[in-house]
């Protein structure tokens, strides 16, 4: 399996033997299924998983995803995504991802509370030992998460839960405020500009997409074009986010937004399509969206001058071979989108002290972790003098993370007698 190449990240640290062992396959893997009589479905029987990709760091951390094209491998790559997440952004987790295969939009009622309770009881022992803590993912949600915390009645168990019910403030807009954040660092880092100078196009307006350009706009940086799965708008002096808001939750999606005769919004600009967006000529691009939209075949047409990987897997290794000979830097993703991750750390921190935490005390955690990682990213990428020349190499931002993280996870295993 692996979702890096060891290979690669054995041309920058030395990664000895047995933690690449360790570290290329599942410490645990559990599938079992859910079998439940349920009206008006009859009889709803769901394959789930739970994976611990790698604990050394501590409990597998990794969210519970509700899909019908859930599979043990798929589940098995998100949870080691998220060893890697959770090494590089220095939060006390290992890495773990959940799943059942069912399509969520498809029960009725009750009935899907009726399936998450009855997850937790098939791994109960997981739940309440703390080994494995759930969170939010595709399909899942905060309601559902309070739906653990009411079955196993203790809090640290589960994070991405309401706030009212345990959550915590600022943690639903985390990864967009991380997001932000690392546009920020990279944006002085590589373009020797501040943020407020930048002009931005984002793909996306889902959670992590609308809170990007929210902390981008407040970071006085220019919003100039958004897309989602309906359509997009684009406007040279910046769009009017809050029209923008207001138009997706009148009508589901951004399509219409500004059109001609469309008044609600109060949004000025001119409807563009995903693929416009990705060719805007603009400072920074964001795709927040879905995996592999940058791909061979659009990648040679990208404008920005840099792009930060919101979304997980947003470029194609071939796109993103094309971007790198164009010489774009990528702030990859396990760095990017790591916020939602820190965030679930000051959760469950929260959760086992009964302390009360701030919003504001989240977003400085999580710009304190980024920036950490950011800096230690940087810092390989240029000791290590990786660079753009290297071929098959991933290119250097991403290669430089992907060793940070192994590097860290392979000074823990030594510390717990793990490895020689
Ligand atoms: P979401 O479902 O809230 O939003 C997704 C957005 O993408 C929507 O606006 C949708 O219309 C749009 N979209 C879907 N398909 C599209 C397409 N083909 N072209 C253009 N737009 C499309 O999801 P989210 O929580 O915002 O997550 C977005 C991405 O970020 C995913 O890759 C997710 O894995 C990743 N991510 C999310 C979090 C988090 O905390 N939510 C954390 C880390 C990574």
Redesign the pocket.
């Known amino acids: 399996m692996a979702t890096i190449d060891f290979d690669q990240v054995n041309s920058v640290i030395d990664v000895p033997e047995p933690a690449q062992r360790l570290l290329s396959k599942s410490e645990k893997e559990i599938k079992f299924s859910l079998n439940l009589l349920l009206h008006p479905h009859g009889l709803v029987e769901a394959d789930a998983y739970v994976v611990y990709h790698n604990t050394a760091r501590g409990p597998a951390k990794g969210g519970l995803r509700i899909w019908p094209t859930v599979t043990l491998e798929h589940t098995r790559d998100l949870a080691e995504l998220m060893t890697w997440k959770t090494a590089l952004v220095g939060v006390p987790f290992g890495g773990g991802k959940s799943g059942i295969c069912l399509d969520p939009a498809r029960l009725v009622g009750a009935n899907k509370a009726a399936i998450i309770k009855e997850y937790v009881h098939m791994i109960s022992g997981e739940l309440l030992s703390g080994a494995y803590v759930p969170a939010p993912d595709l399909g899942s949600t905060p309601s559902d998460m309070a739906v653990i915390y009411g079955e196993t009645h203790k809090p640290e168990s589960v994070t991405g839960k309401p706030p009212r019910v345990g959550g915590l403030p600022g943690r639903r807009e985390a990864?967009g405020y991380g997001v932000s954040h690392v546009a920020a660092l990279a944006s002085e880092a590589f373009l020797g500009k501040p943020i407020s100078e930048m002009r931005v196009a984002v793909?996306?307006?889902?959670?992590?997409?609308e809170w990007t350009c929210r902390f981008l706009c407040q970071r006085g940086a220019k919003i100039v074009a958004v897309?989602?799965?309906?359509g997009g708008i684009y406007c040279t002096g910046g769009l009017h986010l809050d029209g923008v808001c207001k138009h997706v939750s009148a009508t589901g999606?951004i399509a219409g937004c500004g059109e001609a005769g469309e008044v609600r919004s109060g949004v000025e600009g001119d409807q563009i399509t995903?693929a416009e967006l990705l060719a805007l000529d603009v400072d920074i691009l964001i795709p927040?969206?879905?995996?592999g939209?940058i791909t061979e075949e659009n990648a040679g047409a990208v404008k920005a001058r840099l792009v930060v990987e919101?979304?997980?897997g947003p470029l194609t290794r071939s796109g993103e071979a094309i971007l790198r000979a164009s010489g774009i830097p990528v702030v990859p993703d396990i760095l990017a989108?790591s916020g939602?991750v820190v965030a679930s750390y000051v959760e469950w921190r929260q959760a086992k002290s009964g302390a009360m935490t701030r919003a504001e005390e989240t977003y400085e955690t999580v710009a304190e972790q980024l920036e950490a990682a950011f800096h230690r990213v940087r810092q390989i990428a240029e000791e290590r003098k990786l660079d753009d020349s290297r071929g098959e190499a991933p290119p250097p931002l991403r290669l430089a993370a992907q060793a940070v993280a192994v590097e860290e996870l392979v000074a823990t295993m030594r510390d717990r007698g793990w490895i020689p």
Do not use: S
Request: glycine share 20%; proline share 0%; aromatic share 4%.
């Open positions: 990864t793909q996306g307006f889902g959670n992590v997409g897309t989602d799965i309906t999606g995903n927040a969206a879905v995996e939209v919101a979304a997980n989108n939602g």
